[in-house]
């Protein structure tokens, strides 16, 4: 297991960001520097994204496989916890929660994208999940080169943004996003292999918040009705019109909403 890196700020209970797929922990700057004079804020950089390394396994990644390192950092910390993420970063946030429980005060989750906490057995989103598998293809060819990169990026974005979403994008923008594919790959591939059941969360009661806008993509809306149908005590905001990227492209509104949520918990 390797380190990840982190950038820390601030004093008083621990608050850890995990940013979402094809990001980094800078995207939570606005909000760190809104906490961090009543918090020690951390924010980590997973896997092949910014100075942390590469994952290097022969073995697929797995959330498990990305939880590891913020796990070793957090066992040698002491105090209560306060846990935030953003899609691919609220699973892990999720996945941390679920086995740090007594120590969490409380848990912010942007829409996750734990893909395999779906009913399987419900034909419908048993067919959505499939599709959006399939769709994503094989994550090994997309990253043979750069076209076939290119091309996963875009699926990617206007797969959470809606059908042109990539071609609005500017071109600056084009090019720091296909270079991050390769761990977003990995992170695909860890979103729809591996298990979790938001039910661990339950003791959490209102220590959770679940936050989604309902015109974000089908699968993705539906699992965040499974973590509220689950999680009945959670509060829910809603970010009707911001989408996906709501903590990135209305920071300060979804930031609001979090900074809120943890000073309830004291």
Not at 142 to 156: C, G, I, W
Not at 164 to 190: D, F, H, I, K, N
Not at 208 to 230: G, I, N, W
Request: aromatic share 10%; proline share 5%; with cysteine.
């Amino acid at each position: 297991m390797r380190t990840l890196t982190r950038f820390e700020q601030g004093e008083g209970e621990r608050v850890v960001l995990f940013h979402g797929a094809a990001s980094h922990s800078g995207q939570w700057r606005a909000l760190t520097d809104r906490l961090s004079g009543r918090f020690k804020v951390v924010a980590f950089d997973q896997y092949g994204y910014r100075r942390s390394p590469e994952w290097s396994e022969v073995r697929p990644m797995l959330m498990a496989d990305q939880v590891a390192p913020v796990f070793e950092y957090l066992s040698q910390q002491s105090g209560p916890l306060h846990l935030v993420g953003h899609s691919h970063g609220a699973s892990l946030a999720a996945v941390c929660a679920s086995q740090l429980s007594g120590r969490v005060k409380s848990l912010s989750l942007y829409e996750p994208n734990t893909f395999m906490t779906l009913d399987h057995n419900d034909p419908e989103q048993a067919r959505q999940y499939q599709g959006v598998a399939d769709a994503f293809g094989d994550l090994d060819e997309r990253m043979l080169s750069a076209e076939s990169q290119a091309r996963f990026a875009e699926d990617l974005l206007n797969f959470w943004l809606g059908e042109g979403a990539w071609s609005e994008l500017p071109e600056r923008m084009r090019a720091q996003l296909c270079g991050m594919m390769r761990p977003t790959a990995r992170e695909v591939y860890a979103a729809l292999h591996s298990p979790f059941d938001p039910s661990l969360l339950t003791s959490l009661g209102e220590r959770v918040l679940l936050m989604f806008d309902p015109q974000t993509p089908p699968l993705a809306r539906r699992v965040s009705e499974r973590y509220q149908s689950l999680l009945s005590n959670a509060k829910v905001t809603r970010f009707d019109g911001c989408g996906h990227l709501a903590p990135i492209l209305h920071a300060e509104r979804v930031n609001l909403v979090i900074e809120a949520h943890l000073r309830s918990s004291f």
